[in-house]
């Protein structure tokens, strides 16, 4: 048996299942072998290790396709690549690619090997190697997007089983808290653990005491009344306060700020203390200091809690009290969260194949282009699904983000992305034919709805984005998981067929290594591809707007207020990040000049593939095209971090600009389109032209190490300058 010793332990379990898949107990299996029920326990425990002949004679005992197969997996010799646990899912294309590269070992030991044939080994190894470390990893996020209220939290609740029970009500039953919209504070994360338990990041303090500020702006001006006449900006705006109500809300319970309520002669009156407070003390900073001083940051220190054993509340009941304690700033040990976890002991999904973390993202409200969303359409394993009202399928904002995407040039937006419509009852039956008659039922009603929503994502070139319907109310979650399931799969499942194509790729190579008409086929391949390469040595840096995303972004700004309270975050802030903005500015124009001259050397790959001529060559060609994509993903997602970055350290620095455009808050009406005019005259000036060069140096330095990547692919040298 080839099996190690440390690896040993972990087949027993699996051994067991196989055993009790075949509906033998232990008992029974211990009466057709040579030893006792006692050792069979052990081996299957991991206690003992059996030997070659003890595994032979269990597996043959069972008999099962199942136990043949385990039989043959522990016989494998894993020399390539680290040897996956037996229940993979994708444990037969590992061990295709752990063969494929066992023969490009032996290949590269021929002396006498041409050097164009090298070349495909090198190749085939790197993506073979690449491909598997993705499939090794079974971890995958399932985030969730979607704007306030429209019933995201409570799907999730209902999908993963966090449900209390004993209520009739489902919104009494979710352990999320939910509402007519705006209420969970931050991103929340579901994963399985130990047992129940909740975790939480916490936000730094600055970040506090600036929407502590924006809360203290806003009573003050509460308690103003205009004595000239005019129309200040936050009259205009309708929403003088810049940050979210969620936050407020915190805020108010850790300082026992909230409101209270009273009858006097029948009538129900508010009684705000944090107003009166405000008038009491009539100085912001003084104001700032008393309610920062009252909700006691220095005490909040907790970072998690732990389902009790014996507790008298069920698991789902605790968590649910502890979950609305934290998320509303009344629990006296937390402070306010970045970001909260829960825990559960159950798999997530009730998948036993891929552990997976659920994101419930925080609620689109103003804008739907921010970092925290956007980034999951870079993560390979990430499932992106976009929760979309039903009449409203798909929402604009849903739209906007799938659009940015695109022009961020980010790939397998279909594969890996799923439009979650969230009907509630009796919504799909409202749904008319063409004529004018009504579904008979919910399942005809989505069929309709889907064709509207595939006619939408047409227009943005998207038709093949899964659209999935759940009523959460009455709707069984089990087929919906199963699908979210499949979707992962379906996914990996692409990555499987890569390995299976260049294990064939490198089986005709094994056959055609000395055939000489191949060599010269290779060489004729490679020679066309060099031509191309030298010929595009550079790119052309035409100056374009890099600006023009977050100016748009403004200008779609809802309130006022919003654009004010970034602006005195020096641009940093989440709702209306001028940095993510900028970031995407730079990798738009990256896709702009790189992008399109890959398209154009992806234009003579495909022809040489296409070519039947060149057939010999087209698992090469396909390696290549493999290889360089993935490198201009990696450049892309490097173009947008450092155009953050650079911008954030010469724009954040710009103290003039800033306090230019706090001032000019309450100076009249139009304080959104100042600000914008403002911001779109910032990048004509000398103070970002530095910023400017350092961009396009980087675009270039990115082209430059494809460049170098494309031509180590065509030459026995090493891409040394890849490394730089």
């Not at 196989?18 to 069979?40: D, P, Y």
């Not at 919104?171 to 047992?195: F, K, N, W, Y």
């Not at 997530?348 to 999951?376: M, N, W, Y």
């Amino acid at each position: 048996m080839i099996v190690s010793v440390r690896e040993e332990s972990s087949i027993g379990p699996f051994l067991a299942r196989i055993r009790e898949n075949a509906g033998l107990s232990q008992a029974q299996l211990a009466k057709e072998v040579t030893f006792s029920t006692a050792t069979l326990s052990r081996i299957e425990s991991g206690e003992k290790f059996a030997t070659d002949d003890e595994m032979t004679e269990m597996l043959n005992a069972i008999g099962t396709d199942e136990a043949k197969d385990l039989g043959s997996f522990v016989k494998q010799n894993w020399d390539e690549l680290a040897r996956p646990p037996f229940d993979h899912p994708n444990r037969q294309a590992l061990w295709e690619a752990n063969s494929a590269l066992r023969k490009l070992a032996i290949l590269r030991q021929d002396k006498d090997l041409k050097a164009v044939f090298l070349r495909q080994i090198d190749l085939y190894d790197s993506e073979l190697r690449r491909i598997a470390i993705f499939l090794n990893s079974r971890e995958h996020q399932v985030a969730f997007i979607g704007s306030i209220g429209v019933g995201k939290s409570t799907a999730i609740c209902k999908l993963t089983g966090l449900l209390k029970l004993g209520e009739e009500k489902l919104d009494r039953q979710i352990v999320l808290e939910t509402g007519a919209g705006g209420i969970t504070l931050c991103e929340v994360h579901i994963s399985q653990g130990p047992r129940y338990g909740l975790r939480v990041i916490p936000r730094v303090e600055d970040s506090i005491r600036r929407d502590v500020e924006d809360f203290c702006d806003y009573l003050m001006a509460s308690t103003r009344q205009p004595s000239n006449g005019q129309t200040s900006s936050d009259e205009e705006d309708g929403d003088p306060l810049g940050i979210s109500k969620e936050v407020v809300r915190a805020i108010r319970n850790m300082a026992d700020l909230t409101e209270k309520r009273r009858e006097e002669n029948g009538k129900r009156i508010r009684i705000d203390p944090a107003k009166e407070l405000a008038k009491q003390l009539g100085n912001v900073q003084e104001l700032c200091i008393h309610i920062l001083t009252k909700m006691d940051l220095l005490r909040r220190n907790k970072r998690d809690e732990w389902y009790p054993e014996n507790h008298p509340q069920s698991p789902a009941q605790w968590l649910q009290e502890l979950f609305s304690a934290v998320n509303n700033g009344r629990h006296l040990e937390f402070s306010l969260p970045q970001k909260i976890e829960i825990i559960i002991p159950d798999a997530v999904f009730a998948s036993r194949e891929l552990p997976i973390r659920i994101v419930d993202t925080k609620g689109i409200d103003q804008t739907a282009e921010r970092q925290d969303l956007e980034c999951h359409f870079d993560d390979p394993r990430t499932l992106v699904v976009l929760c979309s009202r039903f009449n409203d399928a798909p929402e604009v904002a849903l739209q906007s983000l799938l659009r940015r995407a695109k022009e961020a040039g980010t790939r397998d937006i279909c594969r890996k992305t799923v439009l979650f419509v969230l009907p509630r009852p009796d919504e799909a039956l409202a749904v008319k034919h063409d004529d004018g008659v009504r579904v008979e039922d919910d399942c005809e009603g989505y069929d309709l709805k889907r064709d509207q929503i595939h006619l939408r994502l047409n227009q943005q070139g998207l038709a093949d984005v899964s659209v999935e319907f759940f009523n959460a109310r009455d709707e069984n979650p089990k087929g919906m998981r199963d699908r979210f399931i499949a979707k992962l799969m379906e996914h990996r499942q692409h990555y499987a067929e890569q390995i299976s194509r260049l294990s064939a790729a490198v089986d005709r190579l094994n056959e055609n290594r000395e055939d000489e008409q191949i060599r010269l086929v290779f060489e004729h391949v490679m020679s066309d591809l060099e031509t191309w390469i030298q010929n595009n040595l550079e790119i052309d840096l035409i100056e374009e707007g890099v600006q023009k995303p977050l100016v748009d972004a403004i200008d779609a700004t809802r309130h006022a207020s919003t654009v004010r309270a970034a602006v005195r975050r020096d641009g940093d802030w989440y709702n209306l990040d001028y940095y993510h903005h900028l970031a995407h500015g730079v990798r738009v124009l990256g896709v702009e000049h790189i992008g399109k001259k890959i398209e154009a050397f992806k234009i003579i790959v495909n022809n040489q593939i296409n070519n039947e001529d060149l057939a010999p060559a087209k698992g090469f060609l396909e390696g290549v095209i493999g290889r360089v994509n993935a490198a201009v993903d990696d450049s892309y997602r490097r173009v947008q971090l450092a155009g953050r970055e650079a911008f954030k350290q010469t724009l954040a620095k710009d103290r003039d600009f800033w306090s230019k455009c706090v001032d000019r808050w309450g100076k009249g009406p139009g304080y959104r389109s100042a600000i914008r005019n403002m911001t779109d005259e910032e990048f004509s000036s000398e103070f970002l032209a530095e910023v400017h060069t350092l961009i396009f140096g980087l675009l270039e330095a990115e082209w430059n190490s494809i460049v170098v990547l494309m031509e180590s692919l065509l030459h026995e040298e090493e891409p040394a300058a890849s490394a730089a």
